[in-house]
């Protein structure tokens, strides 16, 4: 069991109720035997299991329950027994939700998974809010590391509108944790090497999963995009899992208060009808610091008080962005003085592999794209009469951009334009195929260019 059980999926699949009835003392005794024996067999520190136990053994037999007459107020005090020994801030127990449809019937368990896909949508598996604020800085206040098989997709969507920003800030401070592989996914939006995040260690079977980034999102990474990740008192687990990845990377900047301290991944495990326990069965470790965040919690590198947490975030994203787009422009001039002067200094048969490295290192850096090159070409071609050099530079939009119709349309035209109408009409196919392939609403367009081209073939 992983993180997707953790402490957020608690708080949307359980509702916590009061039970009517009044709690014996047999009941209390094999509701504390069933805890003993899960922790006893599940808990990734054995010994510290056993302590645990016997620790609520002895305060059974003083008497120190007899006062709680409900499930939800039991529930509480041996969640507090249990923490006092193993200070553990995973391990809870909770009250089930109640169900109209009887255990172990079909309907149960379409009345659960309906409630928990409801739950899940109304809860836009943690994607709270994103928008764009002035000074271009993205801000996205998650609550949830939802399953990555179900929230990809909208994971993906957040991220791109997130993509064009100067400076992103991360809202993790009510954020209770979730699932690691969706820790391990948005992360990797915001690097563009293979980097070893943290591993999960489980008792069972001494069994380690690691976690690295991922060289593939389902959308644009912003590996150089300003990150602040703010964090609280409140977030938890998976969520301090990102944070702790983010800080020990140096990647990002941390504000705001120390977070709860809970590293210990597990699962829930039912103790009879009326309760269940959340029993850690792992441990993580970080590795480049050998440890974890558990039980001391992630140390933001800019502490505040809460309520002045967003607005310092803000202030350091908003110069961050600043100097973001300075270092753009200066970055685009020296871009653009390079690739005016591979220009300048053209010589046919010779200058191709220089112009296209010129006008890669632009589109590398983001700041050239598709059109710019297409744009430039054409002022080549047509504007300054220079088709040679605006083959070179259409024929790099080839490259850059193979699957894209448009390019080797334009690189047709340049062709044809310098005589060679064998080859204009193979780029031509090549930009129909395209179309079709991509099922492009200019397909009419380019089958009316290359039956241009044939015609003039013929003739």
Request: overall charge negative.
């Amino acid at each position: 069991m992983k993180y997707p059980i953790i402490i957020f999926s608690l708080l949307l699949t359980q509702t916590l109720f009061s039970q009517e009835k009044t709690l014996n003392e047999s009941y209390k005794k094999e509701v504390i035997e069933k805890l003993s024996h899960l922790m006893e067999d599940f808990y990734i520190y054995p010994e510290v299991a056993k302590k645990t136990s016997a620790h609520l053994q002895k305060q059974f037999e003083a008497g120190h329950f007899d006062k709680f007459d409900d499930n939800e107020s039991f529930a509480q005090a041996l969640t507090e027994q249990v923490q006092s020994i193993n200070k553990d801030k995973h391990m809870r127990v909770r009250v089930n939700k109640a169900y109209v449809a009887p255990e172990n019937t079909l309907a149960r368990k379409a009345e659960q998974r309906l409630d928990q896909i409801n739950n899940y949508r109304n809860f836009n598996h943690g994607f709270k809010e994103v928008k764009i604020l002035e000074g271009n800085v993205a801000y996205l206040d998650l609550r949830a590391f939802a399953g990555i098989e179900t929230a990809k997709e909208i994971a993906d969507a957040y991220m791109k509108l997130m993509s064009q920003a100067d400076a992103v800030i991360i809202d993790l401070s009510n954020n209770g944790g979730g699932d690691p592989s969706m820790v391990q996914y948005l992360c990797s939006y915001f690097f563009d090497e293979k980097l070893h995040l943290n591993s999960l260690l489980y008792r069972e079977g001494n069994r380690v999963e690691e976690y690295w980034t991922l060289e593939k999102v389902g959308g644009k990474k912003m590996a150089d995009i300003p990150l602040f990740v703010m964090i609280s008192e409140k977030t938890f687990s998976g969520a301090e899992e990102f944070s702790y990845n983010m800080q020990t990377q140096e990647r990002a900047t941390l504000i705001g208060q120390t977070s709860g301290g809970g590293a210990n991944p597990g699962g829930t495990r039912g103790i009879n009808n009326d309760l269940s326990v959340f029993i850690p069965t792992g441990r993580a470790l970080n590795p480049i610091t050998n440890t974890s965040w558990e039980g001391v919690g992630v140390i933001p590198e800019i502490q505040t008080k809460k309520e002045a947490t967003f607005e310092q975030a803000y202030e350091l994203a908003q110069n961050a962005a600043n100097a973001q787009r300075k270092s753009k422009l200066e970055k685009y001039t020296l871009l653009h003085q390079d690739l005016n002067k591979q220009l300048e200094h053209f010589e046919e048969g010779v200058s191709e592999t220089a112009i296209y490295e010129s006008i890669s290192n632009f589109v590398d850096a983001g700041l050239f794209g598709e059109w710019d090159i297409n744009t430039l070409g054409y002022e080549y071609l047509l504007n300054l009469n220079k088709p040679k050099l605006a083959l070179y530079i259409l024929k790099s939009n080839t490259i850059l951009y193979p699957n894209s119709p448009n390019v080797f349309d334009s690189y047709g035209e340049a062709l044809k334009v310098n005589g060679d109408l064998n080859a204009s009409l193979k780029n031509y196919q090549k930009a129909l195929n395209l179309a079709i392939e991509n099922n492009d609403r200019n397909i009419a367009y380019y089958k009316e260019a290359v039956q241009k081209i044939k015609d003039e073939i013929d003739q």
